[in-house]
């Protein structure tokens, strides 16, 4: 996978040389390319904002540099979005904004099968909106906040995505396994030792019968997805085993609230 960046601090992506991401470039498997969208400006003071039309607080990126980045970068022209095919238009174009679609593990899953993306950091009062009309394949959110600047939502979105690729984690099962995956949440996890500060492991998980500890991992990602993400299991159709075991998870809460455990 190819991914450009394109952003007026490249400085902030110096964490793409650091763990998981880092090994993936070394490995080959994504080639990462930071631009800065200053090289695209044309005056002494290399500007890239101005005041936007109608008023209001705030500076906003301007319309002309983002166009010749993009026509660099991609080495095309903008598509018509009806007519945006990786092969008419290279280069998935990826605009992170608050009015964006919010980007979850589906669209990142999504996303890791295009073969090169192209993301838009934006800053200030955010981008001319005529780039994203003509340019953008997608505008996503990460969250109802917002952030000084793209980079850092950029960042989030590549490392969700790349982590989806094959050979970039060491156990592929284990992308499988990520909360969000599978609508839930992520079951609790535990390593050596066995017991700490009066702490233990849940016996099941000690018993080496696989059936029983995936039962469990099950109960225990339907609980804690009712606890803390109720709004997930409405989005879910539970089949009749999953209902029995949220059930029996409810149970045991309730039994242990009321010896004070």
């Given at each position: 996978m190819?991914?450009?960046?394109?952003?007026?601090f490249?400085?902030?992506f110096?964490p793409?040389?650091l763990?998981l991401?880092?090994?993936?470039?070394s490995?080959?498997?994504?080639?990462?390319?930071?631009?800065?969208?200053?090289?695209?400006?044309?005056?002494?003071?290399r500007?890239?904002?101005?005041?936007p039309?109608g008023?209001?607080?705030?500076?906003?990126?301007?319309?002309?540099p983002?166009?010749?980045?993009?026509?660099?970068?991609?080495?095309?022209?903008?598509?018509?979005?009806?007519?945006?095919?990786?092969?008419?238009?290279?280069?998935?174009v990826?605009?992170?904004?608050?009015?964006?679609?919010?980007?979850?593990?589906?669209?990142?899953?999504e996303?890791a099968?295009?073969p090169?993306?192209v993301?838009c950091?934006g800053r200030?009062e955010?981008?001319?909106?005529?780039?994203?009309?003509?340019?953008?394949?997608?505008e996503?959110?990460?969250?109802?906040?917002?952030l000084?600047?793209?980079?850092?939502?950029?960042?989030?979105?590549?490392?969700?995505?790349?982590?989806?690729l094959?050979?970039?984690?060491g156990?592929?099962?284990?992308?499988?396994q990520?909360s969000?995956?599978?609508?839930?949440?992520?079951c609790?996890?535990?390593?050596?030792?066995?017991?700490?500060?009066?702490?233990?492991?849940?016996?099941?998980?000690l018993?080496?019968?696989?059936a029983?500890?995936?039962?469990?991992r099950?109960?225990?990602a339907?609980?804690?997805t009712?606890?803390r993400r109720?709004?997930l299991?409405e989005?879910?159709?539970?089949?009749?085993?999953?209902?029995?075991l949220?059930?029996?998870?409810?149970?045991e809460?309730?039994?242990?609230?009321?010896?004070?455990?």
């Open positions: 190819r991914i450009d960046v394109i952003t007026i490249p400085d902030y110096a793409l040389e763990a991401l880092g090994k993936a470039r490995r080959g498997i994504v080639d990462v390319r930071v631009h800065d969208l200053r090289q695209w400006t044309y005056d002494v003071h500007t890239v904002d101005d005041a039309y008023g209001g607080p705030g500076m906003l990126m301007k319309v002309e983002w166009w010749q980045a993009l026509t660099e970068v991609t080495g095309r022209g903008p598509v018509p979005a009806q007519d945006r095919t990786p092969e008419t238009a290279p280069g998935h990826i605009v992170p904004t608050p009015a964006g679609r919010v980007f979850t593990q589906a669209v990142a899953e996303l099968a295009q090169w993306l993301f950091c200030y955010g981008i001319d909106a005529r780039v994203a009309e003509a340019w953008a394949d997608q996503l959110s990460i969250g109802d906040y917002v000084s600047g793209g980079e850092l939502a950029a960042m989030v979105l590549i490392d969700c995505i790349v982590r989806q094959p050979g970039v984690l156990d592929a099962e284990s992308a499988t990520d969000f995956v599978n609508g839930l949440l992520d609790p996890h535990y390593t050596r030792p066995e017991a700490y500060e009066g702490q233990k492991v849940p016996p099941v998980l018993s080496g019968n696989h029983d500890i995936s039962r469990w099950l109960k225990q339907l609980g804690r009712w606890q109720p709004d299991l989005k879910r159709v539970l089949s009749d085993d999953e209902r029995r949220l059930e029996e998870f409810k149970q809460m309730s039994k242990q609230e009321l010896s004070g455990a």
